[in-house]
């Protein structure tokens, strides 16, 4: 007996074409972990952390070119370091340069607080390392880092040397790996905290960071945990959260919400609507990051993060790999939030739940400096205040303040270039990094909202005095979105724009974003106005006329 094959064919009658293997996205677990790119190559030939090695050995010693390519643009960001820009090359070039002849022979430099108590001795340090090693250089990241320029090879082995004495440091502070964390800055302090994360954070900290097994994921991991119900951590864009909640019957815990991340292609996070005990929490954090190591799309950068995992799977088949693959136990259902109490910035003076009190103060679009952070520690003890904890929102908190010398404190905030009774503008202001350092920027931020936070000071008094909300105003250099553009009521992306036949830097705005945090009751992304390109010298006009409309013409609630 013969066996006859037949060929398939299309609708058409015609032999039809076999189907396409679809080309792989380097997940590890279903496509093997064959490197599909540069990046991925250069992180499985050698391990990212073990460069501080060489750093402290070799780099240090022989100068900037002594350094390896694949260390110096690659490796380096998991020990916190990036070239910073060159001065003077305007945005107009950004795109045209190739990115050495971007890139200065300095660093700027990133060191994790994640969310815990600065002591006036940490702060001395910080402010040393500015002043001996950064021109004074010192921000306050949307990611409580605090971030230096200008800072050459030969001081690192120093740096991290004064660091250490204080329990700081820069481990995966950038890179492929598990960023800084986002702490309540009133974690453990506050009357009315829901659960106090300090320990869940202490605890993930001391078992995860520097572990080689987790410092090569698909791209950058970004955590946020926090026990307070002002929803102070932006903990819809992060990779993961978890927030303070009060199960029914359980009691306190966390809602855990993964997937969220803005730049290019923002998507808020989602929850996966589980309950999370303080004991359980490391180990559903240790799941979560695997998941994305070892799930996670590492064939195009900008397909990387984890939200496009969570696109592709929802939230449902996420919770339950989770549970089935990572955790071997299923998590029992919790509740969500509860909307936000009040503004997660901490501004003002409060009371702590041992009588003593806290205070946020606000500097302008995050800028310290050396001279800032040895002034706080100065202040500290001489008001016999505890520490000072950084926010998400570029403020600083003191802790600790004995009743009798708030005002004491408060007032000798002001000439630190703090205050603890900002305007409305320079409370809801921020902006990143810019084109002062940062490679990848086209315009300048910093200075452009400082200019604008001191001009709408001047013209808005009164509207300011109206708004119970705040209206915030985040300012970015290009369009990836460090300073958070789609979360903000006003959001400024920066661009080359042509204004009569002129190219000029300027802004494309987003309106209408919004965090739960920030005096809203829940997250939401704002939207591109399409066609409106402002000049960067003409922002404070544009952002008065939308107060002054917002002003006179918003209905109750709005
Ligand atoms: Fe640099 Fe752009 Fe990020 Fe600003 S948003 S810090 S310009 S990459």
Redesign the pocket.
């Known amino acids: 007996m013969t066996t006859q094959t037949t060929t398939p064919q299309d609708a058409a009658g015609r032999p039809a074409r076999p189907a396409r293997t679809p080309k792989p996205n380097g997940q590890w677990k279903i496509d093997g972990t064959t490197p599909l790119n540069h990046n991925e190559e250069f992180k499985q030939e050698g391990p990212p952390l073990e460069v501080r090695e060489r750093i402290e050995s070799t780099y240090a010693h022989e100068g900037f070119d002594s350094i390896a390519d694949d260390d110096l643009h690659g490796r380096f960001r998991w020990w916190g370091l990036y070239t910073q820009r060159k001065p003077g090359i305007d945005g107009g070039r950004t795109a045209t340069l190739e990115p050495h002849e971007l890139e200065d022979r300095y660093f700027m430099l990133r060191v994790r607080t994640d969310g815990a108590e600065l002591t006036p001795d940490a702060l001395r340090v910080l402010g040393g390392i500015s002043e001996d090693f950064g021109r004074g250089t010192a921000d306050v990241t949307d990611r409580q880092n605090i971030q230096y320029h200008w800072i050459e090879i030969e001081s690192m082995p120093e740096i991290w040397r004064r660091l250490d004495t204080v329990g700081l440091e820069t481990t995966t502070a950038c890179g492929d790996s598990p960023r800084a964390f986002l702490g309540s800055p009133v974690a453990g302090i506050a009357s009315d905290e829901i659960i106090d994360a300090t320990p869940v954070i202490d605890e993930i900290k001391r078992r995860f960071i520097g572990d080689p097994a987790l410092a090569n994921l698909p791209r950058k991991f970004k955590t946020a945990i926090s026990g307070h119900p002002s929803l102070d951590v932006v903990h819809e864009i992060n990779d993961i959260s978890l927030v303070g909640v009060e199960h029914p019957e359980r009691g306190a815990g966390f809602d855990l919400w993964v997937g969220g991340g803005l730049s290019t292609a923002p998507r808020l996070g989602e929850r996966l609507g589980v309950f999370v005990t303080a004991d359980q929490a490391p180990d559903v954090w240790h799941g979560v990051i695997r998941i994305f190591r070892d799930y996670g799309y590492r064939r195009l950068r900008n397909k990387a993060r984890l939200k496009f995992l969570l696109k592709d799977w929802g939230p449902e088949k996420f919770r339950e790999v989770l549970e089935t693959e990572y955790l071997g136990y299923a998590l029992p259902d919790g509740p969500p939030p509860a909307p936000a109490t009040r503004p997660g910035d901490h501004v003002g003076v409060h009371e702590q739940k041992d009588g003593d009190f806290y205070v946020g103060a606000a500097p302008v679009v995050g800028r310290v400096g050396g001279g800032t952070l040895t002034g706080l520690a100065d202040l500290l003890e001489s008001v016999g205040a505890r520490s000072a904890r950084l926010t998400a929102h570029q403020k600083v908190v003191v802790l600790g303040v004995p009743a009798d010398r708030v005002d004491e404190l408060v007032d000798g905030l002001e000439p630190l270039g703090l205050t603890a009774r900002p305007s409305l503008f320079r409370r809801n202001t921020i902006a ?3 084109i002062e350092f ?1 490679k ?2 086209i315009v300048d ?1 910093k200075d452009t909202a400082a200019r604008v936070i001191a001009e709408l000071e001047q013209r808005l008094d009164e509207q300011a005095e109206q708004l119970d909300r705040p209206i915030s105003l985040n300012v ?3 369009p ?4 958070r553009i789609q979360t903000a009521d006003i959001g400024l992306k ?1 661009q080359i724009i042509t204004v009569d036949g002129e190219q000029m830097p300027g802004f494309q705005v987003h309106l209408g974003g919004s965090l739960a945090g920030q005096g809203h009751d829940a997250g939401g992304l704002g939207r591109t106005v399409r066609g409106l390109k402002i000049p960067a010298t003409e922002i404070a006009d544009y952002v008065e006329r939308v107060v002054r409309r917002y002003a006179a013409d918003r209905t109750d609630g709005e």
């Open positions: 990143c990094t810019g940062c990848l920027a931020t970015n250099g290009c990836n979105s460090c300073a920066g």
